[in-house]
């Protein structure tokens, strides 16, 4: 009834304005084809088929034909004629996979690439509910490692692509939509049309110095078609994804009791079976957390103007009590062709949000080590206190007393004007700009819970900070066919200039605890303190660019790519760098011996070199740089006077980190592209690796950066993909893997060891990047046992006073002595052999069912959390397995409150990092276009998500890859890093 | 056509534009700061880089817990105390278990270092400096060299052989240890150039720097510890017969606030609580009251054996030791008991009355050395050469000081040498405990193993006497330091 009423009034409108209303079904044969433009030449109107291959159009006057174009098809134009349905079957154009790539300083169809590029479009991004595109992008391609290193609400992702070259920050490179960037947490992953990895010299070398861990250049949606107006939203729940088995009350209090006895005190519980299950800490600190998000875009255009325009709420609550974040963004992406020489467009992205901060480090660790007889709060509410037996503080009660509030305002935009000239030359000057504005509020009242866990006097802490980053590029591009040659390239030069400032003052004696108090004026002026100074950056670039790609017929491919950039972090002989690269590509199945209609419909086959760099260390590091906030204490009538002095070295001849990078890489395609494999092997060298790398105490200082090492990369990305079935079934499995081998080739000074990562109570060095092992090994002692008896005392080597009841270490070298010098060996490494990524597809009509599944392998995590015991903190449930006597453990030793078998690195706390994860399981709906059209909708879909539903693990923690602050620190567990949460969530998405 | 000309003409200007307005982006200066390249120009600046080895002297790592227990905890004058389980690593110091990787000798020999590192920097830097008064600079570069030679001095004694550093940025980073000799010439030769650039006293806002007596008074102590008595005597009557110093007449009163800087100090590192905070110390909250009164944490509890050692009625006792239920000595508050300490004592010397910014914010000096300790080094090193009758001179001046009047502490008549060497030893102890002297002493006179055996059976002959050599600073150096024996 309804939908004849409709035709009804579209019939009269078409009779006043003689317009006329076309519509029908696309198919390539067999398939619907979902997305095709339906244009009408010479007018604005236009728009793309549906789900089901239908499109409807209103032809304005005038307009006689409709054209019909999709990437990999034909362009089909056909008369009207006086139709109202056209129904079209589009042919596969004769280049088959005409998918274009965006890559560094231009676009490319993908067949023309030498370089190795992973893409992942949007519909691939928002499967999973998330604020963080990273996080979306897990799993999604072959050579980049998604790591989700917190669970911190607002969080974002790790990314590493290709292994690790560098020490330091081994952060790929961002460029949106050509702005260069060092971090993404502003993007909402709605608002990504597409993503180009660039992983090989050949791609990456056009970014010169920092291409050297990889680009992710990031393209957002531009309007196309006809006014749409889509709405998504989800809500959910979030949960910790495991918990870490500690002792319970009456089993700690038997453990701290055999403890005493074994350290030679009376043991202090008379009666543990009394205490009972006690305190769960986790459980008092970890929370069911509700997550929301909703977008509204706007978005259309035709040849001449686009635009897209995005609003964006989101907020987590984080799994841990306390803990929230927040965000608005806004986007509008707006391009207008102004004349048919110039093009202007601007995008722009305004983001505020608000993040909710804990202490999460010290509430984990606390919540982890916190004795289960003390309670989180008495019967008289008064919190409890846990250090009077385990010497930690309660974690219930340093959430409870922290209000540290941050806000970020964020404006990311870029403008540009594309000139063209001549035939196929475009002059392209883009100005982009990150600005971000960072207040925080932190408010610590009064409180006394124990002697380590006080207040004395309440205090608020305000910072306020800002950082611009601002990016202007000049590029002149050329592309033009002669016949079967095909030559592209361009030119450029980039300015860079990065600089941020904080400013920050604190005072105590606040007049009240309510919020509306937090203000620096109503607290006491007496104690006062204040800082203000550079802070996020002060640095500049200076490049010049060029690129030159030559196509044979199709066949024949080769690019040749340089980058000179100039550094401001490199002292006055060292500032600039030469970054070269060549690639080539033969695309077999397109030569005419090719056996066309074979089952291999596609091969392609390619290899490049080339070399990129790292810049990204500290500000100023090539000169040493004076403090002047180390005063001293004189006079009668005390007085803090000015101190000065070095607290760094600095490294006058610091230069560029240097990868070289060669690739070789095939693309097959059988059964007509049913079936897509791409295998690329590589081998990346890095040498003049920049590392603040640690130096002994004795220096004085902390250490200079120095250009430290020499790393080789070697591996294999896999990339495949199984597509089948027709209506109303039809299925896709993709599958990636990524083989690393890391490996340390030299070492600065020709030394044998590399030491890093301080751990457990004495800071010592759990790594060793030896030569001819991975970067950060895992390095210490193999516990072989446990001593069973005297005589067995007698009978191996002993490290220091050992008792029966410890840890046996292996006499590696025989000399019958266990020393720190010759008998620690390479534990592990938290480098994985292997990474995959498994994502499937299924549907059925409109219901549709993916999933990815995410896991690594032969890795390893150092437990460093159950080694660092400065008090008599809880034990892991392992425990309970100790020695107690000849005959009763011979891998867990005998209990003490601390001391060697604890603090000295041994395998014994080594685990296995490898895991598998279901990482999403999405279970969707898609509406039927009757009823879609009954409600004036072009779509409807409603679906349920889980995300890491499922994870097999040997691991104890809560998540076995640990990102830490450098390489040295990877993949050890102090047991404060925010863990990830399973999440549960529905959501719908609407398009009108 | 005559468009195209100028859209060519706009284009080369902005790649004109372009490369001349932006070549500046990669040259920058480093903001808000000097740096080596433009610092130690001016005398002020010569003085803000002395003032900053001074400043290490106040240091979490340098003088306070990790500091506290490798002198006091680990002798037989203190426990670790606090609750059983707090501060772990000093209960395994306190029971000789440590091992390469505890924290506590890897702390001072980070905290130590730093302030040989800035005393380096300033005595190669402040010469260069190109217009200053000459005066100035000899005092400055003699400051520097004492910090230097007191840095070094407690490095040698905890460690034996340590890295001989005298250069800021040694082109070599793998560094052997030096001979203990070698240790304590460069020690020596340091306090000499102090002895001859420091003034005897200061005056204002200079108060707190050393002086020459200061540089004399630790240079009779390093002598002492070398058994090099003839020098110790020497030095110390130098500090005595210079009439700069004089014993405060009131014990307990060396440890008040009234007490800083008094005429007894040779040495004290300068402490203060500003509400806004930045010049104070934790010296004082470590060894703090904990529970209630809220003073602290109870880190160094005097022993039952230090107890006990006292003679009859010696007032220093109580001066000493801060008892459960004792009313503090500014009378405002008693200390309560708390269940979860054992045997619950704190150190008194180290207790400061309230002041502003918390706990950790101490106002207290901490006192290095006194001139009580130079009377007894005096006495030491002079019964050793065979002048007892002027030894008990100085022993005896100590004595009656410390009884203050009571009929207590008889004068010492004893011109045995045994006998007065034990005089002087046990003085030692009861004048100077809990001020983190006591180890230090036990093994400069080789009395470690025989008073600490009985004690702490773990205690092992010929290896305990030193602190192991950090593990970390081994693996750093590619193997260059080697260990202490029987530390692996």
């Known amino acids: 009834m309804q939908k004849s009423l409709i035709l009804f009034m579209l019939l009269v409108s078409l009779g006043l304005s003689a317009q006329v209303t076309v519509d029908g079904t696309v198919t390539d044969g067999t398939e619907p084809l979902i997305g095709v433009s339906v244009q009408v030449p010479g007018t604005t109107s236009g728009t793309i088929t549906d789900i089901d291959g239908r499109y409807e159009l209103t032809v304005p006057e005038g307009g006689d034909s409709l054209a019909f174009s999709y990437i990999g098809f034909t362009t089909q134009t056909v008369a009207i004629g006086g139709r109202s349905t056209i129904d079209i079957e589009l042919g596969e154009s004769s280049q088959v996979l005409q998918e274009v790539v965006v890559v560094g300083y231009g676009i490319q169809q993908k067949d023309d690439l030498t370089g190795s590029v992973g893409v992942v479009e949007s519909e691939q991004l928002t499967d999973i509910p998330t604020q963080s595109l990273g996080q979306s992008l897990q799993g999604k391609v072959s050579g980049l490692q998604i790591i989700p290193s917190s669970g911190a609400p607002g969080a974002d992702a790790i990314f590493r692509i290709r292994g690790v070259g560098t020490l330091n920050n081994a952060d790929p490179l961002f460029v949106v939509d050509g702005m260069i960037l060092n971090d993404i947490s502003f993007l909402n992953p709605q608002d990504v049309e597409s993503v180009s ?71 202090r519980f008379p009666n543990p079976e009394q205490y009972g299950e006690g305190t769960n800490w986790q459980d008092e600190i970890f ?102 037996i385990g010497n930690t503080g309660n974690p219930v009660a340093s959430i409870f007393y922290t209000n540290d509030r941050a806000e970020t305002y ?274 990346k060298f890095t040498s003049g690796v920049l590392f603040q790398a640690p130096i002994p105490d004795y220096l004085g200082a902390d250490p200079a950066v120095r250009n430290v090492a020499e790393v080789l990369n070697r591996g294999l990305d896999l990339g495949a993909n199984w597509r089948a079935g027709g209506d109303p079934f039809r299925y896709n499995i993709g599958v990636n893997a990524s083989f690393v081998h890391n490996e340390v080739i030299a070492l600065d000074g020709d030394t044998e060891n590399f030491f890093g990562g301080a751990l457990g109570v004495g800071g010592q060095l759990g790594t060793n990047s030896r030569v001819g092992s991975a970067v950060g090994s895992f390095y210490g002692y193999e ?210 | 056509m005559q468009t195209m000309k100028s859209l060519y003409q706009c284009l080369g200007l902005a790649v004109l534009l372009s490369a001349s307005a932006c070549s500046d982006v990669i040259d920058r200066t480093p903001q808000g700061q000097y740096t080596l390249e433009n610092f130690f120009q001016n005398e002020e600046q010569a003085v803000q880089s002395v003032n900053a080895v001074y400043n290490q002297l106040r240091q979490w790592s340098t003088h306070v817990f990790s500091f506290i227990g490798m002198t006091d905890i680990v002798s037989d004058d203190s426990d670790k105390g606090s609750l059983v389980s707090d501060g772990f690593f000093l209960e395994e110091v306190d029971r000789f278990t440590h091992t390469a990787t505890n924290v506590a000798p890897g702390t001072v020999w980070e905290g130590y270092y730093t302030g040989v590192f800035r005393a380096n920097l300033a005595i190669t830097r402040i010469p260069e400096v190109p217009e200053m008064d000459e005066d100035l600079r000899q005092r400055l570069i003699g400051e520097a060299s004492f910090l230097r030679a007191y ?212 106002p207290g000096n901490i006192r290095i050395l006194r001139y009580a300790d130079v009377l007894l080094i005096a006495a030491e090193a002079l019964n050793e050469i065979g002048r007892p009758e002027e030894a008990l001179t100085y022993l005896n001046m100590v004595r009656e000081r410390a009884r203050g009047g009571a009929n207590v502490l008889p004068d010492v008549t004893t011109t045995d040498q045994a006998e007065l060497r034990q005089a002087v030893w046990r003085e030692r102890r009861s004048e100077l405990a809990l001020e983190q002297h006591r180890w230090f002493d036990l093994v400069r006179t080789n009395r470690s193993f025989e008073v600490m055996k009985p004690l702490r059976p773990n205690f092992t002959e010929n290896k305990n006497e030193l602190f192991p050599i950090p593990q970390t600073e081994i693996d750093l150096s590619e193997g260059a330091l080697v260990q202490n024996p029987g530390y692996n």
């Open chain 1, 410 to 683: 964020r404006a990311v935009g870029n403008t540009y004007a594309d000139i063209r000239f001549l035939d196929g030359f475009t002059f392209r000057t883009n100005f982009g700009l990150d600005f971000v504005y960072d207040r925080s509020r932190n408010f610590v009242p009064a409180f006394f819970v124990s002697a380590s866990q006080q207040n004395q006097e309440n205090d608020i802490n305000v910072r306020n900070a800002y950082r611009r980053n601002w990016l202007w590029e000049n590029t002149l591009s050329y592309a033009r066919d002669f016949g079967v040659h095909h030559v592209d390239g361009v030119l450029g030069i980039t300015y860079q200039d990065n600089f941020g400032e904080e400013i920050g003052a604190g005072r105590q004696r606040v007049i009240g605890d309510d919020p509306s108090f937090y203000y620096l004026n109503s607290a006491d002026p007496t104690t006062a303190t204040n800082f203000n100074g550079v802070d996020g950056g002060d640095w500049g670039l200076t490049s010049y660019l060029g690129r030159v790609n030559y196509t044979y017929d199709g066949r024949y491919l080769i690019t040749v790519s340089g980058r000179a950039d100039g550094s401001s972090r490199f002292g006055a002989n060292y500032k600039y760098g030469f970054f070269p690269s060549v690639g080539v590509g033969w695309n077999v199945s397109r030569e005419a011996f090719w056996n066309d209609g074979g089952p291999i419909s596609r091969l392609k086959l390619r290899a490049s070199w080339g070399q990129t760099g790292n810049d990204r260390i500290g500000e100023y590091q090539y000169v040493p740089r004076v403090v002047s906030n180390t005063g001293a204490v004189f006079g009668g009538e005390p007085a803090l006077l000015v101190g000065s002095t070095v607290t760094s070295l600095a490294n006058p001849n610091l230069r560029w980190e240097e990868t070289t990078q060669a690739d070789v890489g095939m693309e097959l395609g059988l059964l007509n592209n049913q079936f897509l494999l791409e295998v690329d092997l590589y081998r």
């Open chain 1, 783 to 992: 516990a072989i046992g446990v001593f069973q008896n005297e005589e067995q005392l007698g009978q191996f080597p002993q490290l220091g006073n050992q008792q029966v009841g410890d840890i046996i270490y292996r006499d590696v070298n025989g000399d019958g002595n266990v020393t720190a010098a010759e008998d620690r060996v390479v534990l592990g490494s938290a480098i994985p052999d292997m990474t995959l990524g498994v994502n499937g597809s299924f549907s059925y009509s409109g219901l549709e069912l993916s999933f990815d599944v995410t896991g690594q392998f032969g890795s390893e995590v150092v437990n460093a959390k159950q080694m660092a015991r400065f008090g008599a903190y809880n034990f892991e449930d392992r425990w309970l397995e100790r020695f107690t006597g000849e005959g009763t453990s011979n891998t867990i030793p005998r209990v003490t409150i601390a001391g060697q078998n604890f603090e000295t690195l041994s395998s014994l706390y080594v685990e296995d990092a490898s895991y598998i994860r279901l990482r999403n399981v999405t279970l969707g709906y898609r509406f039927s276009t009757d009823l879609t059209d009954r409600l004036r909708m072009q779509s409807l879909r409603v679906y349920v998500n889980g995300t890491n539903l499922v994870t097999s693990q040997d691991y104890s923690g809560y998540n076995p890859e640990i990102y830490n602050d450098s390489l040295f620190n990877n993949g050890i567990d102090q047991g404060t890093i925010y863990p990830i949460a399973r999440t549960i969530t529905a959501g719908i998405d609407i398009t009108f």
């Open chain 2, 151 to 362: 840095y070094y001095f407690n490095l040698v004694r905890w460690f034996g052989g340590v890295p001989l550093i005298l250069d800021p940025f040694p082109q070599e980073l793998q560094i052997a240890r030096a001979p203990v000799d070698e240790v304590y010439a460069q020690i020596e030769s340091d306090l000499r150039t102090a002895i001859e650039s420091l003034p005897a006293s200061y005056s204002g806002t200079d108060i707190g720097r050393v002086t020459s007596g200061t540089a004399r008074g630790m240079l009779a102590k390093a002598a002492l510890t070398r058994m090099d008595y003839e020098q110790a005597a020497t030095r110390a009557l130098e500090v005595i017969n210079s009439g700069e110093y004089a014993l405060y007449p009131d014990y307990a009163g060396i440890f008040t606030d009234a007490g800083e800087n008094s005429s007894e100090s040779l040495f004290e590192v300068q402490a203060a609580a500003f509400e806004i905070g930045g010049a104070g110390s934790q010296y004082n909250e470590v060894q703090g009251v904990r529970g209630t009164p809220n003073l602290g944490w109870g880190f160094n509890r005097p022993s039952d054996d230090l107890v006990s050692s006292f003679e009859r009625g010696d007032p220093r006792r109580e001066a000493t030791i801060l008892y459960v239920g004792e009313i503090l000595p500014d009378g405002s508050g008693i200390v309560e008991g708390d269940p979860g300490i054992e045997g619950e004592r704190f150190n008194q010397k180290a207790w400061v009355p309230d002041h502003p910014g918390g706990n950790g914010n101490g």
């Open chain 1, 197 to 267: 990895v660039l992983k090989d010299a050949s791609a990456t070398a056009i970014y010169g110095s920092r291409g050297a861990n990889g680009v992710i250049i990031i393209t957002t949606k531009q309007g196309t078609g006809e006014g749409q107006l889509t709405l998504n939203a989800y809500t959910g729940t979030q949960e910790v994804v495991r918990q870490i088995d500690v002792l319970n009350a009456s089993e700690y209090a038997t453990l701290i009791n055999e403890a005493d006895v074994n350290e030679g005190r009376a043991p």
């Open chain 1, 287 to 388: 929370q069911q957390a509700p997550i929301y998000n909703a977008t509204l875009s706007f978005q259309g255009g035709n040849e001449e103007s686009s635009f897209n325009l995005s609003a964006n709420y989101y907020r987590q609550e984080g799994i841990i009590r306390g803990s929230a974040y927040d965000r608005f963004t806004t986007r509008l992406n707006n391009t207008r062709q102004v004349k048919d020489w110039l093009t202007v467009a601007g995008n722009l992205n305004l983001g505020y949000n608000t993040s909710d901060r804990i202490n999460t480090g010290s509430v984990l660790a606390t919540a982890y080590r916190a004795d289960p007889i003390s309670v989180p709060r008495d019967s008289a509410g008064n919190f409890g206190n846990a250090s009077a």
